[in-house]
């Protein structure tokens, strides 16, 4: 058996890992390559494999740098399964899509502005395509074994976000594990990640391998920045991230509220497709923390806004209020239409819940910036800009660590390390190899490994 390496080295984005027996060929995730240039044009350049030949593609999870390829795959001419959790196959009935209309919408920009090198820039897939890719999905649950060829592969819960598995495959004796995106044992709403069993190969992420997540009370952090907003008269602005973030953020405020810790003020999810993922979350409430009933006072403590006009009309609005919307980093999405009218207001907070990637408006302001581009215009930056760390549904060294020990693992077992920039995986591959009997590598771009 034979492991091709073709994404999430050294990087964080576009996972794609290429197991081939001789007879068969599939894909463990198939994930699009985000962030800088360079980068991003490997979505462009030819695969290392002959798509007629490929058999499969297993995902791990929907997130778009481990499922969005699969449209341009679709494209391309490949029509067999995408194995998945029934609730990644939800998520990415929203995520995909999704995607493919903002590549539209990104070549329609580039060519009106005559920007580029094209003069008639095409989208790597439009929305069209996401949606009819998704007749390929196979939806299977944690645990139900199914085959490719001659591997035998299962998905095991890994928190994270909603449907997030580590795919454990066997093939000749052989059991590799893909640990996917691996979540955190206290997650707010995602249970604690299964531990692996008895391994021949790990492949490891190591998003978070040169971090600790701060200790930090955060509801009562989060209830500090809303009374003192409500205090000044007025207005909190969150911007967030549609799967996972916004369930959670939307959970905390009906909590604070049912305990008397801030006041019973309006709160709006201005984001159509975090609405979409919110529902999601609550048909699958044996896969979370939360109850049905806990799903239930969310949606029934938080106003809905579906339409633009819904979203134009919380202008109006003259006293405290919190808005929720996308995108988490300030990049697009309505939040920027009220970022747009309030940070002008010195009275107005502006609170992020998540890291924010340099070169985004998020960054910039969370940065001490006194302004900011939208729309073509500078707008000045007079509100509070405040920062909840904490909230991310990403392992920890720490966390990583732990888990590992409570695998079934032997010292011996080779760990590859994967979805992480280069000095967070050195760094986990440095407190891995001082602190437990395991002794990874960290992985290379088109590596080949044979098992």
Not at 7 to 35: I, N, P, R
Not at 41 to 62: C, G, M, S, Y
Not at 74 to 88: F, K, S
Request: glycine fraction near 10%; charge should be negative; hydrophobic fraction near 40%.
């Amino acid at each position: 058996m034979k492991l091709i390496f073709l994404g999430a080295t050294q990087t964080v984005t576009g996972s794609k890992f290429l197991v081939e027996d001789g007879q068969y060929s599939f894909l463990v995730d198939c994930g699009l390559f985000q962030g800088y240039k360079w980068l991003r044009e490997r979505n462009w350049q030819p695969q290392a494999f002959a798509i007629e030949k490929l058999d499969a593609v297993v995902l791990t999870h929907a997130h778009i740098d481990h499922s969005g390829y699969i449209p341009r795959l679709y494209q391309q001419g490949y029509r067999g399964p995408v194995y998945c959790h029934h609730a990644t196959r939800d998520l990415c009935g929203i995520l995909l899509p999704d995607s493919g209309r903002i590549q539209e919408e990104d070549a329609l920009f580039y060519a009106r502005h005559k920007l580029g090198k094209h003069a008639r820039p095409e989208p790597l897939y439009d929305g069209e395509t996401a949606e009819r890719c998704l007749e390929l999905f196979q939806p299977v649950d944690f645990g139900e074994q199914f085959a490719v060829g001659n591997s035998r592969i299962h998905l095991q819960s890994a928190g994270h976000i909603l449907g997030a598995g580590s795919a454990i495959l066997e093939n000749s004796g052989v059991r590799v594990g893909f640990s996917g995106d691996v979540g955190r044992p206290h997650d707010l709403i995602m249970r604690p990640p299964q531990p692996l069993p008895e391994l021949d190969l790990l492949l490891l992420e190591s998003t978070y391998g040169d971090r600790l997540h701060p200790q930090v009370d955060i509801p009562a952090q989060l209830a500090e920045i809303i009374n003192d907003t409500v205090s000044n008269g007025g207005v909190l602005l969150i911007p967030s991230f549609a799967v996972g973030r916004a369930q959670a953020l939307q959970h905390l405020l009906v909590t604070l509220i049912d305990r008397g810790a801030i006041p019973e003020l309006p709160i709006f999810l201005d984001s159509p497709m975090a609405i979409d993922v919110s529902d999601i979350y609550c048909r699958y409430a044996d896969q979370h923390r939360l109850t049905p009933e806990d799903c239930q006072r969310m949606q029934r403590g938080i106003t809905y806004t579906h339409s633009v006009a819904d979203s134009k009309a919380l202008e109006d609005i003259r006293y405290p209020h919190i808005i929720i919307a996308g995108s988490g980093m300030a990049t697009g999405g309505r939040i920027l239409h009220h970022m747009k009218r309030l940070l002008p207001n010195h009275r107005t907070t502006l609170l992020f819940t998540g890291y924010q990637a340099g070169g985004t408006r998020g960054a910039l302001l969370s940065g001490g910036g006194l302004s900011v581009k939208i729309h073509g215009e500078q707008v000045p930056c007079k509100a509070r800009i405040e920062m909840i760390e904490g909230l991310s549904a990403h392992a920890d060294y720490g966390e990583l660590c732990d888990w590992l020990q409570q695998s079934k693992m032997q010292a011996e077992t080779p760990i590859q390390l994967v979805h992480g920039e280069p000095d967070a995986a050195d760094a986990l591959r440095f407190y891995l190899k001082e602190h437990t009997k395991f002794h990874p590598v960290v992985a290379e771009y088109r590596q080949v490994l044979h098992l």
